[in-house]
């Protein structure tokens, strides 16, 4: 019996959906409301049709988005690690992280009809960003560079404060003052600035 092979999409497909993602972030990040998916098909530069074929509704696309930004913010910690030192990595991870809060913005009320309702697992999500957090606090601790009695969940509700705060563009400045004051925070006493 012959096997049914899996067809892979064309090119042109994946290279069509990427692009929708790509600029349905960028919309959703700078909109002060949720951009019209007739909108985000002629950012992208694509008909209307090609948007509903790779997203027939807009919770699937708000799903696609969300699930993209969360894989990057935890790939994003281990691709840091590799590059830099534990505190420079978590530094640069923070600023991941208020792109990602940034990206809600433009979806926010999709977003928590999605929560509510139990199509996007805030919990898993939650669990993932504290296991990425908690990769680069144990790094830092075997380091040195990090303070070792503060929790990964400690952090969450930090960033979640500041951008909370200074989460919009004109803010920018504010917020990185902010998670620099945080870094402040979480240097072990005695740790000098030479070792960053």
């Not at 993602?21 to 919309?27: G, I, K, N, Q, S």
């Not at 985000?40 to 708000?62: K, M, W």
């Not at 910690?77 to 913005?105: C, E, S, V």
């Not at 926010?108 to 139990?118: I, K, W």
Request: hydrophobic share 45%.
């Amino acid at each position: 019996m012959a096997s049914a092979k899996v067809r892979r999409p064309r090119a042109d497909a994946t290279r069509n959906r990427e692009q929708l993602l790509a600029v349905a972030t960028r919309l959703f990040a700078s909109a002060e409301t949720e951009p019209s998916m007739r909108a985000i098909a002629h950012e992208a530069g694509v008909g209307i049709a090609t948007l509903y074929r790779h997203f027939p509704t807009r919770e699937s696309l708000v799903d696609a988005v969300y699930q993209d930004q969360v894989s990057r913010l935890t790939a994003g910690a281990r691709q840091l690690l590799a590059q830099l030192g534990p505190r420079a990595a978590l530094r640069r991870w923070m600023d991941l992280f208020g792109d990602w809060i940034a990206t809600k913005n433009g979806m926010l009320d999709t977003l928590l009809a999605m929560v509510e309702s139990g199509e996007i697992a805030h919990a898993r999500t939650r669990t993932e960003l504290l296991a990425a957090i908690g990769d680069i606090l144990e790094a830092g601790r075997a380091s040195g560079e990090l303070r070792a009695d503060v929790p990964a969940e400690d952090i969450a509700a930090a960033l979640i404060g500041i951008f909370t705060v200074a989460g919009s563009a004109e803010h920018k400045a504010m917020a990185g003052r902010l998670l620099d004051l945080l870094m402040d925070g979480l240097r072990p006493c005695g740790h000098s600035e030479t070792a960053e």
